[in-house]
């Protein structure tokens, strides 16, 4: 999700509090592979360590407090040259502050913690201020290809690879099967599609909303608007970074399609201008919608008979967009950094190794319900068999598209937030954008 949701949620068979399924030691090391690592990702450069070195790992508490613990105690006990400690943080729900510890620590530059992760939206920061090691020499292009290439782009910042993937989320449209077929229609994939099968189906009485968004002044929004504007081939910031193109024709009419959903094809209540991800799910998990965007933990709870209302009648595939143009998928999640002031450089990167491996991403796949970063990995029988809502997603991730990639990012969409909630609630769409541009761009011109 975008913020404090979306990275303390598991993809799908995770307990939102935290009781998700954990590895024993035992399990772990037998799923992850002992030989996994350096070999499995074709490094360019062997990275060796000396025996017991010590490093320290520091991430936010996801899924329950011993879960990353007994993750690292699995590579501690895997092999002999290297010990790690793990620093927990705050979890992901509390993202304000994991980003000031990691801020705080790194900014000391010690070189502790050696190894962290990161929400996906501070990777051009922590690289700007110099705290982030760039990886190119360890992960060549060749390994960076077995990734989702939205998810690298994400992770590199002035061309430079300055961090790797870990886990993915990203938004996606849930539809409604039942109404669907009600109507003799298929998952839409142009935004006219699904606002046409929306009509027709509130039409029929048989649903009180047509498509449920986020329309917040708050980080959620930047996610739906990023997916917009990307589907109809427009972007939020030039591909420099140095200017917007918030005010482009492009973008404009993607905020004047949400607009329209509100206040000409009605689709949309006006009630998602207020509403972030949980109060958009609890309509459609209650059968009164047939289409919702939102990230991949509504699965599991419109699979919930407790919690939902449509057990088994809901789908998923990738955002509409709009013609001529192809969908597109906000990027959510952590991923890993090297702090560019360790002392043990080669030991991190035989750690990272190992954690961002084929088979140790497909435990935590199986175990934890984080989706890999590696779509082969969604091939695995395994997790067809275990996770078959995960598999799906393949397809989703594969278009995902970072939002705003800057070193100002906190103060980026702060301004982008005000600026499109003004449009979408004056309908001066082109004015609103423009003036949120020259805003913009006075941040990011320096």
């Known amino acids: 999700m975008s913020d404090v949701q979306s990275r303390s949620t598991p993809v799908a068979g995770a307990s939102q509090s935290g009781s998700a399924a954990v590895p024993s030691r035992r399990t772990f090391l037998q799923g992850a592979g ?41 590579y501690n006990q895997s092999q002999g040259k290297i010990h790690v400690t793990y620093v927990e943080l705050p979890p992901p729900s509390s993202s304000t502050e994991v980003h000031t510890a990691l801020v705080q620590q790194l900014a000391r530059r010690t070189g502790t913690p050696d190894v962290f992760t990161q929400d996906v939206v501070w990777i051009a920061e922590f690289a700007g201020a110099g705290w982030a090691l760039p990886l190119d020499e360890y992960f060549n292009a060749s390994v960076q290809s077995q990734f989702f290439p939205g998810l690298v782009a994400a992770c590199t910042y002035n061309n430079k ?22 109507i003799g229609a298929k998952p839409p994939q142009t935004w006219d599609e699904l606002a046409a099968a ?46 917007s193109t918030l005010s482009d024709d492009k973008a404009v009419a993607a905020v004047q399609f949400l607009y329209d959903t509100i206040n000409k094809t009605k689709i949309s209540p006006s009630d998602v201008l207020s509403w972030d991800e949980e109060p958009s799910r609890q309509p459609f998990t209650a059968g009164r919608a047939p289409f919702l965007r ?40 952590y991923q890993y950094g090297v702090n560019a002031n360790t002392k043990n450089r080669e030991a991190a990167i035989e750690f990272l190794t190992w954690m961002s491996s084929p088979s140790t991403q497909l ?21 067809g068999k275990e996770q078959p809502f995960m598999k799906q997603l393949k397809s989703v991730f594969t278009g995902a598209t970072p939002r705003p990639v800057t070193p100002k990012y906190a103060q980026v ?34």
């Not at 996994?36 to 017991?52: E, I, M, Q, S, V």
């Open 34 to 74: 002992l030989a996994a690592g350096a070999l499995a990702l074709g490094l360019p450069r062997r990275a060796h360590a000396a025996d017991r070195t010590e490093i320290t790992f520091a991430s936010a508490k996801f899924f329950g407090k011993q879960t990353m613990a007994q993750v690292v105690d699995a």
């Open 161 to 182: 690879l300055t961090a790797l993937p870990w886990y993915v989320d990203s938004g996606m449209l849930f539809y409604r099967k039942d109404l669907l077929e009600g």
């Open 198 to 243: 929306a009509q027709e189906i509130q039409k029929s009485g048989k649903a009180d909303f047509g498509y449920l968004w986020q329309g917040k002044q708050a980080e959620v929004l930047v996610c739906d608007l990023v997916e917009a504007i990307a589907s109809n081939g427009g972007s939020i910031l030039a591909p420099d970074g140095k200017s």
């Open 294 to 333: 939102n990230w991949s933990y509504v699965y599991a709870i419109a699979q919930d008979k407790a919690a939902s209302s449509v057990v088994d009648k809901v789908g998923v595939v990738p955002l509409p967009h709009f013609a001529g143009s192809k969908s597109a998928a906000c990027l959510g999640g």
């Open 363 to 383: 435990q935590f796949a199986l175990q934890l319900g984080i989706a890999p970063t590696r779509p082969e990995v969604f091939e695995d029988a395994q997790l």
């Open 413 to 446: 969409t702060l301004a982008i937030q005000s600026g499109v909630s003004k449009a979408l609630v004056s309908g001066n769409i082109k004015a609103e954008l423009e003036a949120a541009s020259t805003k913009i761009n006075s941040i990011v011109a320096g």
